[in-house]
Nanobody
């Protein structure tokens, strides 16, 4: 199972760090993606990281504001979100895909967490 955490309420320009932890399993050799669904919109991919390789991918729309990292000892990945904007308001989900996956495209990810809400006020 996946446990996403770290969401909350923040003012524009602020930062949050989301965490995605695996319980009862390991991320070794897998790709972990972050996705988000804003109110009234389709869910979209945000970024992903190869847990063993550390290779990351980010959507261009993030403009370098988000950074993924992982802690192998804790079997956890993080999404550091800086300079948050109101348009970043969404439920953020983490998901696990096969290690060959290198982009955050939904159909490549088979195991999903429950989501954590991020609200950014203007």
């Amino acid at each position: 199972q996946l446990q996403a955490s770290g969401g909350g309420f923040v003012q524009a320009g602020g930062s949050l760090r989301l965490a995605c932890a695996a319980s009862g399993g390991t991320f070794d050799g897998r790709t972990i993606g972050w996705f988000r669904q804003a109110p009234g919109k389709e869910r979209e991919g945000v970024s992903c990281i190869g847990f063993s390789t550390g290779r990351t991918y980010y959507e261009d729309s993030l403009e370098g504001r988000f950074t993924m990292s992982r802690d192998n000892t804790k079997n956890t990945v993080y999404l550091q979100m800086n300079n948050l904007r109101p348009e970043d308001t969404a439920v953020y989900y983490c998901a696990v895909g096969a290690g060959i996956v290198v982009v955050p495209i939904e159909e490549f990810y088979k195991t999903w967490g429950q989501g954590t809400l991020v609200t950014v006020s203007s």
